[in-house]
């Protein structure tokens, strides 16, 4: 009897990763893609310039070190480089968490509904995925995920602004969460959408990690910097952890085009801020429209806004589809509309008014 190689089996039960799609053309309609939380701004001139510079050493391998990178990180932010771990978009740190920190069948606590990368990182890693329902206002349960750590947790993340509902945590929030975990256990703290919080006692990441031996930020180029192509994200950590995170990272898994270009990113800080500034005005105007229409919406902080549609969450996605907008439907629980191009959201607007509650 001949036999075929068979992957682990936890590799069979790794959760498919559903993308957001691209938006069916539509014949006299601009399509806009809302689906995916991008950035709809283009590249900055000296951004792509540094890329394009970067991109003629395409026959040398990258500085697997990124040290050019960490060092501008560092100054940025005014943290030691040694307290830093750069990876493939910050969805590579969620594996090298779990691969770092999780022997097999050890348990990762996160809310659920959350980034949908979690139980994929969690279950390719090994680990067993403990998922702790959302409150129904979309925010984190933080009280019951505390109480969900056993003997075999050693990592428990908290996505502020959660992804897709919106809410973020405050500091008092996650200072109360930290004190309530075991020192051992690492607390992630996934800031994908950090740059486009604005809240009263929003939570200082340096200073919540400058103050415990197990907070690990997670943060990314994708979002507020525009370069979600280039796949380049970072953790902030205590040296110990930043060194585990390095030690499990695929080699050379940063370019150095997306090394070039975050770098040159970090220098034009003040317009790629500007930007957002303007991502987030879109927000509160769209959230104005949606309300004025009937629809009170979870709390937006990320650069997305959240519909909790329930099992009407496909025809909603169906009939923006039909207008010329991608957006990003969860079946049976609702739908993420990116803040993208403001010209879409007379459209947004007029379907979900047909939507409204
Ligand atoms: N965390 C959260 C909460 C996200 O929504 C995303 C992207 N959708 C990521 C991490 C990963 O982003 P990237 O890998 O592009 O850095």
Aim: net charge negative; aromatic share 8%; with cysteine.
């Amino acid at each position: 009897m001949t036999t075929s190689p068979q992957p682990r089996p936890n590799v069979l039960a790794i959760p498919a990763y559903v993308a957001g799609k691209p938006p069916v053309a539509r014949p006299g309609l601009t399509s806009y893609k809302l689906s995916s939380n991008e950035n709809p701004y283009p590249p900055l001139p000296g951004v792509l310039e540094a890329a394009t510079e970067a991109a003629a050493q395409m026959n040398r391998y990258p500085d697997m070190g990124s040290t050019a990178l960490y060092a501008a990180l560092g100054e940025a932010m005014g943290v030691p480089v040694e307290h830093l771990a750069a990876a493939t978009g910050s969805v590579g740190l969620i594996y090298q968490l779990v691969n770092a920190f999780c022997e097999p069948g050890d348990e990762v606590v996160y809310a659920w509904r959350s980034f949908e990368a979690y139980p994929i990182a969690v279950t390719a890693g090994g680990a067993a995925s403990v998922q702790v329902p959302l409150r129904a206002d979309g925010h984190h349960d933080l009280d019951a995920m505390a109480a969900a750590v056993t003997d075999r947790t050693k990592v428990v993340i908290v996505c502020t602004p959660n992804n897709p509902t919106g809410p973020a945590v405050t500091q008092a929030e996650l200072d109360a969460f930290i004190a309530n975990v075991p020192s051992h256990v690492v607390v992630v703290v996934d800031e994908a959408y950090l740059e486009f919080v604005r809240m009263d006692d929003a939570v200082d990441g340096i200073a919540t990690y400058q103050r415990h031996d197990n907070v690990v930020l997670t943060r990314t180029f994708s979002k507020a910097y525009g370069l979600a192509g280039f796949r380049v994200g970072y953790a902030v950590a205590p040296a110990p952890l930043a060194a585990a995170l390095r030690a499990v990272s695929l080699p050379f898994g940063v370019s150095h085009v997306a090394q070039a270009a975050a770098i040159a990113s970090l220098e034009a800080t003040d317009e790629l801020f500007a930007r957002v500034e303007d991502l987030v005005e879109r927000r509160a105007n769209l959230v104005a429209r949606l309300r004025e229409v009937g629809w009170e919406l979870p709390d937006a902080q990320g650069n997305f806004v959240w519909f909790p549609l329930g099992e009407r969450a496909l025809d909603f996605a169906a009939a923006c589809g039909e207008v010329g907008i991608s957006v990003r439907p969860f079946a049976g629980d609702g739908v993420r509309v990116s803040i993208g191009e403001s010209e879409a959201f007379d459209r947004v607007v007029e379907v979900a008014a047909r939507f409204a509650p």
